[in-house]
């Protein structure tokens, strides 16, 4: 072969290289493209998480749950917060000496961005496992099994018993659901299956309640959701399934592989397969599935239409007269609900180890008010609320979130240890007017090298630090619900979840 054949044969080569690198580029460019597009259906915008794994959420003392506002995951019940997952990821919380603070998915919220943002740290929404999630998040072992089902309205007047006779069925699903993907699956594989797309807005509770009353004819839900809510819902009928043993976790961020691992060797303890593939569960497991899926009394007696006008408030028994109360005194009466929740559980007959009484407790020794009139809810706010108010004016001079922080501190153990804990804390070069800094101080009196130089003595500054932690976690969350509760249009007020993305 001459030299020019050899060169024009190389340069050929080199082309066809050159060629098939720009197209395999133009591929991955285009891969890439596609990935963006599909994550885009699940209304992601974060796909870098940030940093903050297992010790960064141990050095704050804060897991943050994102969750939405459903009997499933989280709801309030007379005030008092309760629900499967949060009851669940509070355990952990607390084997983890960790406080807990809910985050709930907005109106305009994405779960995903909340959980790579750092706003929040784990998922907890009986979310199901899927391909298109595991894209932007990281899931644990399960804890959960669950079926699709079909629901049906009673005012269908059939009842398809099997996915081949779906056909003449209009089944209304979000898109953003897993129930949505799994009918598209079920469509490519031969079934016609007619879907009409309802509004992102409308949780599966909600949902549900619509077929009930005839606005939808059949929708789909996983069946424990079905089983809790068929309890205060007439007119489901229960249709045949369409996927089976859904895998049901917490999602994470794909950067905190300690979290995960503590997460499932927590989750291990109460949920895993036996030998034969059957799920073995804890009795503490049990017990929330009885509570919240099988036996459903709590739920029931909540969000039972007919029980509906007899809640009084939407974040308490106690909302108007706190309402009227906080304008009296200038207080916060959604702070003041937040500290009656921790407080009391909103039992006017409460008493404490200490002797303290009432919603608020008061500590008879420290009061005017007759013992007996502390027990009257109304006198026992305002008794609550005038001491709040003091504490308040006592750190006038501080902004609004320190004088709150400070005022909530005090209200629990008293300005003498609160005053110890801000000398201590110059000792320490830190400033006695910030709150972090105190609260460290509080953790030091516990301890005999300091607290035996305090005025006042040992003090229990972790339960103070926890106090001070958990009501301004609760006042967040209770926000977040009234601001659901403002812009829902619901016909079920009750139920206020939306963005639900199980």
């Known amino acids: 072969m001459s030299y020019h054949n050899k060169l024009l044969n190389v340069s050929s080569r080199i082309l066809l290289i050159g060629i098939s690198l720009s197209l395999f580029s133009c591929m991955g460019e285009f891969n890439k493209e596609k990935e963006i597009v599909e994550d885009a259906t699940l209304g992601v915008s974060i796909l870098e998480p940030v940093k903050r794994d297992y010790a960064e959420i141990k050095h704050s003392g804060v897991l943050r749950m994102i969750t939405s506002y459903s009997s499933d995951s989280y709801f309030l019940h007379r005030g008092i917060q309760s629900g499967f997952e949060y009851e669940l990821v509070k355990n952990f919380a607390k084997e983890n000496d960790l406080a807990l603070e809910v985050i709930i998915v907005g109106e305009h919220d994405n779960p995903y961005d909340l959980l790579n943002s750092g706003e929040g740290d784990i998922i907890a929404n009986n979310y199901t496992v899927n391909n298109e999630r595991r894209r932007v998040v990281e899931f644990t072992r399960p804890y ?13 007047g059939e009842n398809p018993e099997s996915i081949t006779e779906l056909e003449d069925i209009t089944i209304a699903v979000r898109r953003n659901s897993s129930y949505y993907a799994r009918i598209k699956q079920l469509n490519k594989e031969g079934f016609n299956i007619n879907i009409e797309v309802v509004p992102d807005d409308l949780d599966t509770e909600a949902l549900l309640y619509q077929v009930a009353n005839g606005k939808y004819m059949a929708t789909v839900a996983d069946d ?63 017990v ?44 916060d009466w959604v702070m003041m609900t937040s500290m009656a929740a921790q407080e009391s559980k909103f039992d006017q007959y409460s008493e404490s180890w200490a002797g303290a009484v009432g919603i608020m407790q008061i500590l008879p020794r420290y009061s005017k008010i007759s013992v007996d009139s502390l027990y009257i809810p109304e006198v026992n706010i305002r008794e609550g609320a005038r ?15 320190n004088q709150w922080k400070f005022a909530l501190a005090t209200y ?81 007020p009750s139920i206020l979840g939306i963005k639900s993305v199980n």
């Open 144 to 156: 959960n099994l669950v079926d699709q089902i079909v629901v049906y309205s009673k005012n269908l």
């Open 224 to 286: 424990n959701i079905f089983d809790a809510s068929s309890k205060y819902m007439d007119g489901l009928v229960r249709g045949p399934v369409i996927a089976n043993r859904d895998s049901i976790a917490w999602a994470i961020r794909k950067n905190a592989p300690d979290l995960e691992r503590n997460l499932n060797r927590y989750l291990y303890k109460h949920f895993r397969f036996g030998d034969d593939g059957i799920p073995k569960r804890s009795e503490f497991l049990n």
């Open 288 to 331: 929330l599935r009885r509570r919240y899926f099988e036996g459903g009394s709590k739920i029931e007696a909540y969000f039972k239409p007919e029980m509906i006008a007899s809640e009084v408030g939407v974040i308490s028994p106690y909302d108007s007269l706190i309402q009227v109360i906080a304008e009296e005194f200038e207080l």
């Open 387 to 401: 001491i709040l108010r003091e504490n308040l004016n006592h750190y006038s001079y501080m902004d609004t979130t």
């Open 412 to 492: 629990n153990s008293g300005q003498g240890h609160i005053a110890d804990a801000r000398r201590l804390a110059i000792d320490h070069n830190d400033d006695p007017n910030d709150w972090d800094s105190v609260a460290k101080a509080l953790l030091r009196l516990m301890q005999r090298k300091y607290y035996q130089n305090a005025r006042y003595g040992f003090a229990r500054g972790i339960e103070t630090v926890r106090y001070v932690n958990e009501i301004t976690n609760r006042n967040n969350t209770y926000l977040a619900i009234l601001a659901l509760s403002n812009n829902q249009n619901s016909p079920m």
